[in-house]
């Protein structure tokens, strides 16, 4: 061994007329060091890094990119940095026409005027299926414009998973505000589950946008509230209080929102977003696009009941929340937001015996939103009742006192007082 040493030793010193053995194998040393080197360092990126696809070897070709990039270049980069691309999907693979869809002549190719549900379902379909058991899907556009937009068999579909809630007539506030507002503002949000021509249901851009069919976009709270805010459902509002939201907003950069749900760890979202808690397969549990699988109570109604599925929709959240917290803090909090509820009942419950009395005594007419106290019954239980349960079940204390509980008793009281008025005949 003191043999080897020696002459190794030797091989590498360094000689006036040079050693070419000497300066290989420095050269072969710093190389393995290198390459060494540079794996140790791309296995430690994180995986939000490793998740992106690489936009030098995802570039659109092809005629539909060729024009495209000319007349409107923001698609074609959008749809280059999607996943769709990374998976070799091509631009016909979602515009070619499917069944009962109109096929136009475009440039040479024969393509769909509109892509909707119909198209993602083909390789979607679970997805698909899951959707349209949701309130996101047929009791959304039925919400503002009835049941005279569906099929039979969507009526039936839909009854089965949500009675009453597609089997219905056109909202009268709504018809009110006019065709103006429903076009550019219920129509917004609602259309999400609007029928299309060819008998399917929905948009998925809505939350996955168009041409990035992006699942890191649909994980974003601001997707969910682009319809989920304001007073009547302020729910993206009360996000951003939670100490939820305050964490997201805090470490947000540091997540893999583009990872495949079904793949989906703590360690790539450790804080939820709202689709954490209503959608996704957090750590292997399930996956789904019904978003009223996790849910117990119908908080949107003017006097809240349990849903069907009571039991199941509250042990499916309570599996979500066990990724986080411990079973006696998540029982602590569901007793707590459902003590909320049931005190918002009783509120409302006394409101609307006022307003009844008044009805029963043909001291209002029967034609809605034509006199000042329906307006004040419809903001106590529409606004500040909601607010104050949707505020109790997301942890936003300020949506649960201020903004719910304070002003269901100050609207208490100037319900009491106009309908003393009335009962006075002033």
């Given at each position: ?145 009835g049941s005279a937009d569906f099929t039979p068999e969507q ?272």
């Open positions: 061994m003191r043999s080897f040493w020696k002459e190794w030793k030797q091989t590498l010193q360094f000689k006036a007329d040079g050693t070419s053995f000497a300066y290989i194998f420095v050269a072969v040393l710093l190389g393995t060091a290198l390459v060494t080197g540079a794996y140790i360092l791309h296995n430690l990126r994180p995986d939000a890094e490793l998740g992106q696809p690489d936009e030098k070897f995802i570039t659109a070709s092809g005629k539909c990119a060729e024009c495209h990039r000319q007349e409107t270049p923001a698609i074609v980069d959008q749809f280059e940095h999607s996943t769709h691309a990374l998976q070799a999907v091509t631009c016909l693979d979602c515009h070619q026409p499917v069944e009962n869809q109109n096929a136009n002549d475009h440039r040479g190719f024969e393509i769909t005027d509109r892509v909707t549900a119909a198209n993602c379902s083909s390789c979607h379909e679970n997805q698909y299926t899951q959707y349209l058991r949701s309130r996101h899907a047929a009791p959304a556009w039925a919400a503002v414009r009526i039936a579909h839909a009854e089965k998973y949500h009675p009453g809630a597609v089997q219905r007539e056109p909202n009268q506030l709504a018809r009110m505000e006019g065709s103006a507002a429903i076009a550019s503002g219920c129509s917004g949000c609602h259309s999400v589950g609007r029928p299309n021509a060819d008998g399917s249901i929905g948009d998925c851009s809505h939350c996955h946008t168009r041409h990035d069919a992006s699942i890191a976009m649909a994980r974003e709270p601001e997707t969910c509230g682009q319809c989920h805010m304001g007073p009547d459902h302020s729910q993206l509002e009360i996000f951003h209080e939670s100490r939820h939201g305050a964490l997201w907003n805090a470490h947000k950069d540091r997540m893999n929102l583009s990872v495949n749900p079904d793949d989906l760890t703590t360690r790539d979202m450790p804080i939820p977003s709202c689709a954490t808690c209503h959608m996704s397969g957090l750590e292997g549990q399930k996956v789904t696009h019904d978003v009223t699988e996790r849910l117990s109570w119908f908080l949107f109604a003017a006097v809240s009941t349990k849903r069907e599925h009571y039991d199941r929709g509250q042990a499916n959240m309570k599996e979500l929340c066990g990724s986080c917290h411990s079973s006696s803090h998540t029982d602590a909090f569901y007793e707590q937001a459902e003590a909320v509820v049931l005190n918002t009942n009783e509120r409302v419950q006394e409101a609307r015996q006022i307003m009844d009395g008044l009805y029963r005594d043909g001291l209002l007419t029967a034609q809605p939103f034509d006199e000042e106290i329906e307006f004040l019954y419809f903001d106590y239980w529409h606004y500040y009742g909601r607010t104050a349960k949707h505020g109790a079940f997301m942890g936003g204390a300020d949506f649960v006192q201020w903004h719910g509980n304070y002003e269901l008793l100050h609207g208490l009281v100037q319900l009491k007082a106009r309908a003393r008025a009335i009962r006075q005949g002033r």
